[in-house]
């Protein structure tokens, strides 16, 4: 079985301060997992994903996330925290062998606010 | 165009009712689900299929049924609604397992 535990429903920063979204998962296969977000009644949209090689991911709007397998984490960051990034963040991981057809065990989400 | 779009985007109705919630993808994807977003916003997977075939059915209680009439389509059919069914349902699509999912924009479903 697979989880997903995101700490801290809600993280707040200023414009311009680094963004540090905490993400620790467990997994019994090797996993892929991914980031995704979540603008007020929109859909979940994916800022990126680790599979394999490179444990350090970037993805889009500057966005990046480092896979720790001995931390069992994926925490996301941004260095610059923009008016724009105010979301609600979805930490995923998903069984890396397949069995599983793409099913992805979700975090239960952080909200992130950003002050001027 | 809309990648991935879903109706109705809002849907309220009484107990006991049947109601279905329409899907379709102009992708070109082989994989479709259905994911539900409690109160909490906790989202989990409902169903996936995969090239009109149902491959996860993750304990959901027999009211919901999928239907997939093709590749770009999965609608969403409940019986006998209840009130614990009130959730936003989310579709989405992938080119295959583990790739990008894309989202529909939700049908926020209101059981009274």
């Known amino acids: ?116 | 165009d809309t990648a991935v779009s879903q109706t109705p985007k809002y849907l309220v109705t009484q107990m006991g009712n049947d109601k279905s919630i329409k899907c379709e993808q102009n992708l070109g994807h082989d994989t479709m689900y259905w994911y539900k977003q409690d109160s909490k916003k906790f989202l989990k997977i409902m169903f996936s299929y995969n090239n009109k075939e149902l491959i996860i059915n993750e304990t959901v209680p027999n009211r919901f049924s999928p239907k997939s009439p093709d590749k770009a389509h999965l609608n969403l059919h409940i019986n006998s609604l209840e009130l614990g069914d009130s959730a936003v349902y989310f579709c989405a699509s992938s080119r295959g397992a583990n790739e990008k999912l894309f989202f529909g924009s939700g049908t926020q479903l209101s059981v009274l």
């Open chain 1, 1 to 116: 079985a697979q989880s997903v535990t995101q700490l801290g429903s809600h993280v707040s920063v200023s414009e311009g301060a680094l963004v540090l979204l905490r993400c620790n998962y467990s997994s019994s296969v090797p996993p892929y997992l991914f980031w995704y977000v979540q603008y007020p009644n929109q859909g979940l949209q994916l800022l990126l994903k680790y599979t394999t090689g490179a444990t350090l991911v970037k993805g889009i709007n500057g966005f990046e996330a480092e896979f720790k397998k001995s931390e069992t984490s994926f925490h996301l960051t941004k260095p610059s925290a923009h008016m724009s990034d105010a979301a609600e963040y979805f930490c995923a991981v998903s069984d890396a062998g397949g069995t599983s057809y793409g099913k992805l065990t979700f975090g239960q989400g952080t909200i992130l606010t950003v002050h001027p």
